[in-house]
């Protein structure tokens, strides 16, 4: 059978899920927040990654309802943490484009209480190319709900530096490629301190994902980043685990 077909119905048969991997702020050493990240566990299939399903999930539309069912998901979950920790959501090039995204963003903010300005969203480079000119408006009406926008995957795409300086973002995501791979290491740092000095500069924060080791965290924390992502801090946990996991992390 399809994947598309058992996608279909993965929504109603209730499943989807999803994970919550920490960030945590280098200056405070305290987590600042989580990444909603979604699994699917497909009866007949087993899990499925995100990288098969949501390609098809795009191609198909389906991915429509299942951004929504994410982004609700997890602003409600967040409304429920015991702190006001950001939440950050991946939102693909489909969802962007799409005229209702700003007011799903409004409607589930208003279902679940959240304060938006604890909601993030992670857009990558190619949401903005295939955007275009739509891409600043949309930009600008979410964070003037108070929505935070982070450019997620930083430098594995087009990468124009021109987004950086044309586009709002609170918060640049450096790609996990430079920060652990060892193969090319003077240049991956080069590029992760250059990356971390140009947020500074512009006034974003910026995160360095995949960091795995207590090496790469003080790498990438002399190299100025200012918050950190990766499995060295944990793995993304189930939401009934984020309680333990904060009051363990204190
Ligand atoms: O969690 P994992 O490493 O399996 O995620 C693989 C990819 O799937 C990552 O690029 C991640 O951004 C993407 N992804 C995870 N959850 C979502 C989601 O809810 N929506 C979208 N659009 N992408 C997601
Ligand atoms: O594209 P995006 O940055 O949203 O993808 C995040 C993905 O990276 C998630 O699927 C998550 O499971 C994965 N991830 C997070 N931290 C690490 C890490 O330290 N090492 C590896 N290999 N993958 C990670
Ligand atoms: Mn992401
Ligand atoms: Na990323």
């Known amino acids: 059978r399809a994947l598309e077909t058992d996608l279909r119905r993965a929504l109603a048969l209730r499943e989807f899920s999803l994970v919550y991997q920490p960030q945590v702020n280098l200056q405070s050493r305290r987590v600042a927040g989580f990444e909603a990240l979604l699994r699917w566990r497909c009866p007949r299939r087993g899990p499925v990654s995100p990288l098969d399903f949501i390609p098809i999930a795009e191609e198909t539309g389906i991915i429509g309802p299942i951004g929504e069912w994410v982004l609700r998901t997890a602003c409600r979950d967040a409304a429920s943490w015991p702190g006001d920790y950001t939440v950050a959501?991946?939102?693909s090039a489909i969802q962007f484009t799409n005229?209702?995204?700003?007011?799903?963003?409004?409607?589930a903010i208003a279902d679940s209480g959240l304060d938006p300005r604890r909601l993030e969203l992670e857009i990558t480079e190619s949401v903005m190319l295939?955007?275009?000119?739509?891409?600043?408006?949309?930009?600008?009406?979410?964070?003037g709900l108070g929505v935070r926008v982070s450019l997620d995957d930083f430098g594995t795409g087009?990468?124009?530096?021109?987004?950086?300086?044309?586009?709002?973002?609170?918060?640049?995501?450096?790609?996990?490629?430079f920060v652990r791979e060892a193969s090319d290491d003077r240049g991956?740092?080069?590029?992760?301190?250059?990356i971390a000095s140009l947020g500074a500069s512009l006034g974003m924060a910026t995160v360095a994902e995949g960091v795995e080791t207590e090496d790469q965290l003080a790498r990438v924390a002399a190299d100025g980043c200012t918050d950190v992502q990766g499995y060295l801090i944990s793995r993304p946990i189930p939401p009934g685990e984020i309680e333990h996991f904060l009051a363990e992390s204190r």
């Open 89 to 91: 959501v991946n939102i």
């Open 99 to 107: 005229r209702s995204l700003v007011a799903t963003v409004v409607s």
């Open 130 to 143: 295939d955007a275009r000119g739509n891409a600043l408006a949309v930009l600008q009406q979410l964070r």
């Open 158 to 177: 087009y990468s124009s530096l021109g987004y950086l300086r044309s586009f709002p973002f609170d918060k640049i995501k450096i790609d996990q490629s």
């Open 188 to 194: 991956n740092r080069a590029i992760v301190r250059a």
